[in-house]
Nanobody, 124 residues
Framework: QVQLVESGGGLVQPGGSLRLSCAASGRTFFSYTMGWFRQAPGKEREFVAGISWSGRSLYYADSVKGRFTISRDNAKNTVYLQMNSLKPEDTAVYYC?????????????????WGQGTQVTVSS
């Protein structure tokens, strides 16, 4: 069982930056592939970024490539999402997710554990 708690959301102006954190419980965090998803009002939840358990495989949605960076610190049981050059269309609730194994999937249905989400609002 893995419990995930996101933090770092908030209100930011267009062009600004935020760093989201996801703290995981459990001794086997290092064996989980982690993903960030987001859901805007009236839209389906979508994949944002994913990182394998080793940190060597990284995947990004086309909409965030070059602006967002996912990383993890297995010693701290934490995964991060650095978001730069934020746009109003990045406004959403951001969720952290985990799955056992080393393959990064972009479908939410491949992830077993989810955090409660953190709101990111990009507005002037």
């Amino acid at each position: 069982q893995v419990q995930l708690v996101e933090s770092g959301g908030g209100l930011v102006q267009p062009g600004g930056s935020l760093r989201l954190s996801c703290a995981a419980s459990g001794r086997t965090f290092f064996s989980y592939t982690m993903g960030w998803f987001r859901q805007a009002p009236g839209k389906e939840r979508e994949f944002v970024a994913g990182i394998s358990w080793s940190g060597r495989s990284l995947y990004y949605a086309d909409s965030v490539k070059g602006r967002f960076t996912i990383s993890r610190d297995n010693a701290k049981n934490t995964v991060y999402l650095q978001m730069n050059s934020l746009k109003p269309e990045d406004t959403a609730v951001y969720y952290c997710a985990a799955r056992s194994g080393q393959t990064v999937y972009t479908s939410q249905f491949n992830y077993d554990y989810w955090g409660q989400g953190t709101q990111v609002t990009v507005s002037s």
